[in-house]
């Protein structure tokens, strides 16, 4: 039913007139008549009677008044709360991080100051990053954290490249730092945290080979598997992943050797969220974690 039939009704039950109504409705008379006219036809009732004082409501018009009010009533108060609740979201920034990238350090306190600048609530959930694309396709994130070339494949997110890092290779340190270490051990287990196509592993590979003097035959590749693996000390496993998130050499034993491969950090968000701290969030990580990289 349209509002602008009802707010006719309403409007002319108030002043009396068709002529008045007009006038608070900043409309012509002529409207004002009209749309009381299909509102009677689309309810099958007449609402007014004319008499020489003005307009006066019959009993289906009194009855429809009250009804329509009530509808006005409760409409304007749905709409109220839906907007204190976009308010209230507003202060809240949802974000969700990989497994495969560090929530501590540079990134953490990257995060822990923009929330000390701006007045809002920041939850940090991490997450696999298949559940993390799900999250963001049905906004119950705002931003999610992935490590690396990754790049969303829905339509519905959009990325932004946080910071540019070197890649590091992860593994025991009796084995990086071994002169020849393909001499001592036959097979080498390559672990990649990427989620990217199968060229561009490859790539990667033929990279990490030229700069660690590992023969291609004596490597076993496995991508896109979470770097939590590496917890299990095992020789010879090793993983590949971004420099500044490389929080695996925390671990006894785990050492890194720098690959100089770029690699990124990228954020994603749903496209057409309306969340600008959000969008201020990735701006100010963008710029404190590129700053300090140089």
Not at 97 to 110: K, Q, T
Not at 253 to 258: A, L, M, P, Q, W
Request: hydrophobic fraction near 40%; glycine fraction near 4%; proline fraction near 4%.
């Amino acid at each position: 039913m349209n509002t602008v039939l009802i707010d006719s009704f309403i409007e002319s039950a108030d002043s009396g007139s068709f002529t008045k109504a007009a006038t608070n409705l900043y409309t012509s008379q002529q409207s004002i008549s009209r749309n009381v006219a299909l509102l009677e036809e689309e309810l099958h009732v007449q609402l007014f009677r004319r008499e020489r004082d003005g307009l006066v409501l019959t009993q289906a018009g009194m009855y429809f008044l009250s009804v329509f009010r009530s509808c006005r009533h409760v409409a304007g108060v749905t709409i109220e709360n839906i907007r204190e609740m976009q308010q209230q979201r507003e202060k809240e920034i949802r974000m969700g991080i990989s497994f495969d990238v560090n929530p501590y350090g540079e990134l953490m306190d990257a995060i822990l100051a923009f929330r000390d600048q701006e007045p809002i609530q920041i939850s940090v959930r991490v997450y696999s990053n298949s559940k993390l694309l799900d999250l963001l396709e049905n906004r119950k994130i705002d931003i999610a954290l992935f490590p690396g070339l990754a790049r969303p494949t829905s339509n519905r997110i959009e990325a932004y490249p946080i910071c540019e890092e070197d890649i590091c290779l992860f593994g025991p340190k009796t084995f990086l730092e071994s002169d020849n270490p393909q001499e001592e051990v036959p097979e080498v287990t390559l672990v990649s945290p990427w989620n990217r196509s199968a060229a561009e592993d490859n790539v990667r590979v033929r990279q990490l080979l030229t700069r660690t003097n590992l023969q291609h035959s004596s490597v076993r590749f496995l991508p896109n598997v979470s770097t939590q693996i590496l917890a299990i000390q095992r020789e010879p496993l090793l993983a590949v992943m971004d420099a500044r998130f490389g929080f695996l050499t925390e671990l006894d034993g785990i050492g890194s050797c720098s690959l100089d491969i770029p690699s990124e950090l990228m954020a994603y968000t749903p496209i057409g969220a309306e969340h600008a701290q959000a969008q201020k969030l990735i701006e100010y990580m963008h710029i404190r974690l590129a700053g300090s990289a140089e």
